[in-house]
């Protein structure tokens, strides 16, 4: 007997940038195949537990990719969230400037949060890596947006090519054009999926940011200690500077991730945000994560 489980996620608000492998479909004998007995589980976000932070050293940040209104990012200053991640760019299609996160970041910054942005390229393209960076990068500022700091994606290995010197090739070459204008980078990614799609790259530079994921599953059960005590050095990356250790909650009517961030630097950033915002009287993203 067959009993076929689809994982389904309310989503108010996309998750997270990792991508849960729940839609894989194994390989059965065809003998236990019987239409009649097909079952359908759903697992919907649980509500994420209020923080509780005993330790100065940590900031606590959510991320998330659809549109959210200025009433919830509101609500996440209000439950003690410094700041967000939302994602920039999207893999739909050839790759796109993801035109939701330019509401998002306004929310976000009229409500007094932190922003950081992510992009989740498209390594089968007939974009190149900078190329895609551009359509990131252009759509920000032409919406009177000040870029500081990106995030790549480097998740979910079955997205990406099985030449590891053609996965570097496009990582570095987003590094490299981020780099020209002037940003700081980080990754998003685990040791798993580092060593997958890069062959455990150890050159990719030491002034890259690491902001790592270890969940044991979606929802609060899934949850991993909010600290980076589980973190172990790879590629080039030696400390990290975000980790999320939650995926697939409920929050302010959104579904989140949860992360934790370093602090120590982000009064400091912020400090620089108000200077950029008043030469500028652009809206300022990054720079809320240093290494």
Request: glycine content about 6%.
């Amino acid at each position: 007997m067959l009993k076929l489980v689809i994982f389904t996620l309310f989503v108010s608000a996309c998750a997270r940038p990792q991508d849960l492998d729940t839609n894989r479909v194994l390989p059965l004998s065809q003998e236990l195949f019987n239409v009649s007995d097909i079952k359908f589980e759903q697992i919907e976000a649980k509500p994420a537990p209020e923080i509780v932070n005993n330790d100065a050293s940590y900031g606590y940040a959510v991320d998330f990719s659809l549109p959210t209104s200025l009433s919830q990012m509101k609500c996440l200053k209000s439950a003690n969230y410094a700041a967000i991640f939302v994602r920039a760019f999207t893999p739909s299609g050839s790759g796109a400037f993801d035109t939701n996160s330019v509401a998002t970041i306004r929310n976000a910054y009229s409500a007094g949060l932190g922003i950081e942005v992510y992009m989740t390229p498209q390594p089968i393209s007939s974009l190149q890596g900078y190329q895609q960076f551009d359509l990131l990068y252009n759509g920000l500022v032409n919406n009177g947006i000040t870029v500081r700091s990106i995030w790549i994606q480097v998740t979910s290995p079955v997205n990406w090519s099985k030449t590891v010197t053609t996965n570097i090739n496009f990582i570095n070459s987003i590094i490299s054009r981020a780099q020209q204008h002037g940003l700081s980078v980080g990754i998003y990614t685990s040791q798993y999926d580092w060593n997958q799609i890069t062959g455990n790259w150890v050159t990719a530079g030491s002034n890259l940011m690491l902001w790592y994921w270890n969940v044991y599953g979606p929802g609060v059960t899934g949850e991993t200690p909010a600290t980076f005590a589980d973190f172990r050095a790879f590629g080039s990356f030696k400390q990290p500077s975000v980790k999320q250790y939650a995926q697939v909650e409920s929050l302010c009517n959104l579904v989140v991730n949860r992360d934790v961030y370093a602090v120590g630097i982000p009064a400091a950033a912020a400090a620089a945000t108000k200077t950029d915002l008043t030469n500028s009287k652009n809206i300022v993203v990054g720079g809320v994560i240093r290494q």
